[in-house]
T-cell receptor, first 110, second 117 residues
Framework: GQSLEQPSEVTAVEGAIVQINCTYQTSGFYGLSWYQQHDGGAPTFLSYNGLDGLEETGRFSSFLSRSDSYGYLLLQELQMKDSASYFCAVRGGGYQKVTFGTGTKLQVIP | GAVVSQHPSWVICKSGTSVKIECRSLDFQATTMFWYRQFPKQSLMLMATSNEGSKATYEQGVEKDKFLINHASLTLSTLTVTSAHPEDSSFYIC?????????????FGPGTRLTVL
């Protein structure tokens, strides 16, 4: 089966940098994705890592180490609107089947 | 592009009734769609994979006779919650895989909040 673990909550100051970690166990692995979800809304895609290394998309970067079954999402220059839940997700255990992590609620404070 | 819509956005029903939720890909074709359920402050739990023209694949523990999925066209999948009970109250979200395999994007509908009284 698939399991992905994330810290449940993180608090950071506006303008700072925060890292959200994700460790996973999967049967079959096709890549690690990150999604943002505001309260009451649907998840929106942020980033994807199919290979080891760092992917940068504006203020957001994501890292993957397949040998360690580990990845993280890095958010820079935090803004109040970044307060949301963040989920890592893996595709595996069946073509295109996506399993979501436990989720991290990020609170950005002034 | 790559917009997924859901209808209704919210629904309140009485216990024992059935509720149908529609998921549409508006500007692309989706041979596969996914249905998720999300309880408050929890993660998204995959319920089933909807395949156009064939039977849906349900995750372990999901009752296929209670959660009926139909994927009759390349742009529409429906989830019917039959004989709904208060414990079925949840946020139901559909998604469709993006068309660019290298990004592995999932496009989500806005979700349907179901409340069963």
């Amino acid at each position: 089966g698939q399991s992905l673990e994330q810290p449940s909550e993180v608090t950071a100051v506006e303008g700072a940098i925060v890292q959200i970690n994700c460790t996973y166990q999967t049967s079959g692995f096709y890549g690690l994705s990150w999604y943002q979800q505001h309260d009451g809304g649907a998840p929106t895609f942020l980033s994807y890592n199919g290979l080891d290394g760092l992917e940068e998309t504006g203020r957001f970067s994501s890292f993957l180490s397949r040998s360690d079954s580990y990845g993280y999402l890095l958010l820079q220059e935090l803004q109040m609107k970044d307060s949301a839940s963040y989920f890592c997700a893996v595709r595996g255990g069946g073509y295109q089947k996506v399993t979501f992590g436990t989720g991290t609620k990020l609170q950005v404070i002034p | 592009g790559a917009v997924v819509s859901q209808h209704p956005s919210w629904v309140i029903c009485k216990s024992g009734t059935s509720v149908k939720i529609e998921c549409r890909s508006l500007d692309f074709q989706a041979t596969t769609m996914f249905w998720y359920r999300q309880f408050p402050k929890q993660s998204l739990m995959l319920m089933a994979t909807s395949n156009e023209g064939s039977k849906a694949t349900y995750e372990q523990g999901v009752e296929k006779d209670k959660f009926l999925i139909n994927h009759a066209s390349l742009t529409l999948s429906t989830l019917t919650v039959t004989s709904a009970h208060p414990e079925d109250s949840s946020f139901y979200i559909c998604s469709a895989p993006g068309t660019v395999a290298s990004t592995d994007t999932q496009y989500f509908g806005p979700g349907t909040r179901l409340t069963v009284l």
